[in-house]
């Protein structure tokens, strides 16, 4: 009988193995641990750019347009802005368009047969247009004309090196006029309307650095398809979240009343908790971590509490870092934390791997269960190392999670800063990061309630289960998937650096 309950217990064990082993796969898979997935490279944070090509036997023209987003419009007011008065005026938003047409000429390269042409630049204007309330985006364009000997067969190269840190897309057309274009993958038609409408998910050729076009004299001929814009079918999950950043953008940046400023922070607050259900946000990491070790809602507390310090904080720091200085690029410093988050979460994962080498070699197989009375301290120490052990590893997930600024928090901080409302602007950045610590430490406690429910079912082991959990070392297990989720959020956030 001892031995059959022994069995018993070792295969009610290897079935709750497996069972977490199932569940944490399927956590990664249904919520993508990659914190760059929560934040995409959002409008805030983009430069869009546009170039038409137009070919003629004697000439090539660009029609150019580039748009900056809020967030990058704001930093380069300071530079617009020549006599630092807190006006743009007419005549600084000429002088800057001038400026930045030559920029964009100079690294958007046209080759024809190996020779590079020489563009001739007019300037079309640099004009701010509607944004988030209070933050208000920008438009420059320009039109760039350079001789070209295309009335013979010839090979045009295009190289775009204007802006090349932008996360924005690169956008390229070409159409021939008394020539034809062959074999031409560009587009003849703007999917954007020149930089004018968000581009549909499946439009053809919206990023280009580079490309080459063969041109051959004689008439026009249909070029590349261009992909149609379909009407948006936005759906209630998508929708509300927009409505209810709108609205809160609206409130900083608008007049006040008390009753508006309450509601206010309970957007804010309603905001982040849905922003922190979004896929990422470290919550395949939390799940992976509370299930390789002994979880108690406690921990759950302390990863929204380390979540909610971390995110206002980088907030803060990142709003007065793009508010007073034109020297970092939001969407760059963006990918750095990225790339931090990633490497944090890498730590955690080692972390959790050394401490199953050094359990296994402080309890190895053979070990009986016969313990003398010198051995406590050293299970006292064990003990007191892995709460240490613990309690960093918690934090380093709660910093991970937050490291990553949400889009919406900065627009919101920026807008009340610049109407006057810069403490205003800072609760409803740490309403919003309650909101994400509230969704972070709901779903850890309701994946140890899950945990308890498969502690108490495991009298009734499944076989397929058992045999996974068996396969599986469960600790080794979460500590792959850990190191495996860091390494994926460090590589994603080092490509958008690239």
Not at 177 to 182: K, S
Not at 256 to 271: F, H
Not at 318 to 343: E, K, N, P, Q, W
Not at 348 to 362: C, E, K, N, P, T
Request: charged share 15%; net charge positive; glycine share 12%.
């Amino acid at each position: 009988m001892p031995t059959r309950r022994v069995l018993l217990d070792a295969a009610g064990a290897a079935a709750r193995a497996g069972l977490w082993t199932v569940l944490g796969l399927l956590f990664v898979v249904a919520a993508p641990a990659t914190l760059a997935s929560a934040h995409p490279t959002g409008a805030p944070f983009q430069v869009h750019q546009y170039h038409g090509l137009i070919l003629t036997p004697d000439q090539a023209r660009v029609v150019a347009a580039v748009h900056t987003a809020e967030i990058v419009t704001r930093q380069e007011r300071r530079v617009v802005d020549a006599d630092h008065d807190g006006t743009v005026d007419a005549a600084e938003r000429r002088r800057h368009a001038h400026t930045a047409c030559a920029e964009l000429a100079a690294g958007f390269a046209v080759e024809v047969n190996g020779e590079r042409l020489r563009w001739t630049v007019t300037p079309g204007g640099y004009d701010y247009e509607p944004g988030s309330p209070g933050l208000p985006s920008a438009r420059l364009t320009c039109d760039l004309a350079a001789p070209a000997r295309l009335s013979a067969p010839a090979t045009v190269t295009i190289a775009n090196h204007h802006r090349p840190d932008g996360t924005g897309y690169r956008e390229v057309t070409a159409v021939g006029r008394g020539v034809r274009l062959i074999d031409s993958r560009l587009p003849e038609q703007s999917v954007s309307e020149q930089l004018r409408a968000i581009p549909p998910a499946d439009a053809l050729v919206v990023n280009v650095p580079a490309a080459t076009v063969r041109v051959e004299p004689g008439a026009a001929v249909a070029g590349a398809p261009t992909a149609a814009a379909p009407a948006e079918r936005a759906g209630l999950l998508t929708t509300v979240p927009r409505w209810a950043e709108q609205r809160i953008e609206a409130l900083a940046a608008g007049r006040l009343t008390p009753l508006l400023a309450v509601l206010a922070v309970l957007t804010a607050v309603l905001l982040g908790a849905g922003h922190a259900a979004l896929p990422g946000h470290g919550k395949s990491v939390l799940a992976a971590y509370l299930a390789g070790r002994r979880g108690r809602p406690s921990d759950a507390l302390a990863v929204g509490a380390t979540v909610t310090l971390s995110h206002t904080g980088v907030v803060l720091l990142v709003g007065v870092l793009i508010s007073t200085s034109t020297a970092f690029a939001a969407d760059r410093l963006l990918g750095y934390l990225g790339v931090i988050s990633g490497l944090l979460v890498i730590a955690v994962g080692v972390g959790m791997l050394i401490a199953v080498v050094r359990g296994r070699a402080g309890h190895p197989r053979g070990h009986g269960h016969d313990h003398h009375h010198g051995h406590d301290h050293h299970h006292d120490h064990a003990h007191q190392h892995g709460r240490r052990a613990g309690r960093l590893g918690l934090a380093g997930i709660g910093v991970a999670g937050g490291l990553v600024p949400s889009p919406t928090a900065l627009v919101v901080l920026l807008a009340s800063i610049s109407t006057g409302k810069a403490v205003f602007g800072v609760l409803l950045v740490l309403a919003y990061g309650l909101g994400m610590a509230g969704t972070l430490t709901a779903a850890g406690l309701l994946l140890l309630a899950v945990k308890r429910w498969v502690s108490l079912a495991e009298r009734r082991p499944v076989r397929m289960l058992a045999r996974l959990g068996a396969v599986a070392a469960w600790p080794l297990t979460t500590s792959a998937l850990v190191l495996a989720i860091g390494t994926g959020l460090t590589l994603r956030a080092a490509a958008v650096l690239t």
